[in-house]
């Protein structure tokens, strides 16, 4: 498949479709992990969306399969990682995603919202380690502009809160129909 390959790219000639991840899996099963990867490496081997995805769902969480799932990962595109993180059910996809969505947060906070931090805002902070104390004023900022519940709003019925709840309680138990 190598001397295809080779073949094709000399002479200019289109590749058909599928023929990286065919190739990549062939490669997977034949070779030695670390070998494996050094084609990666070295451009022999391009990891396809497909491949890596059915590599993903296909090998189970063993400690060499973890290690050869983590390696593909850090070689895959920024993009293309993003997308097969969901596909791993792994303690370390999950905390890439988090940080990603935190980070999307906290990016349309900021275009929402300048940020004018000085550190003399409370007595006594001292900003040891910037990105969380960033977080913390962000949080605290966002914190003081959230509603206290337990401040009494203008306008409420107590009576028709009160009821209210007690009749969705109700139907949620399946003592009373909707």
């Known amino acids: ?23 990549a899996v062939f490669a997977m099963r034949c070779l030695p992990h670390h070998t494996f990867l050094q084609y990666i490496d070295h451009g022999f081997l391009q990891l396809t969306e497909t491949f890596v995805s059915r590599l993903m ?14 390696s593909i990962l850090k070689r895959l595109p920024q993009d293309m990682e993003q997308r097969i993180y ?11 995603i988090s940080r990603d ?8 906070h900021n275009k ?5 931090f000085t550190g003399r805002d409370k007595p006594g902070f001292r900003p040891e380690f910037l990105p969380l104390t960033y977080l913390a004023k962000i949080l605290s900022d966002i914190e003081e502009q959230a509603l206290n ?15 209210t709840a007690l009749k ?11």
């Open 112 to 116: 929402n919202k300048g940020f004018a």
């Open 86 to 96: 969901h596909m791993w059910d792994h303690p370390v996809s999950s905390a890439s």
């Open 57 to 70: 769902t296909d090998l189970d969480n063993s400690d060499a399969n973890e290690r050869l799932k983590f």
């Open 149 to 163: 519940p337990f401040e009494e709003q203008e306008n409420v019925d107590a009576k028709f809160v009160e009821e």
């Open 168 to 178: 969705q309680t109700l139907i949620l138990l399946g003592f009373e129909k909707k």
């Open 101 to 108: 969505y935190v980070r999307t947060l906290l990016e349309k």
């Open 1 to 23: 498949m190598f001397r295809i390959l080779e073949s094709t790219q000399g002479l200019c000639l289109p590749l058909p479709p599928g023929y990286h991840t065919l190739f």
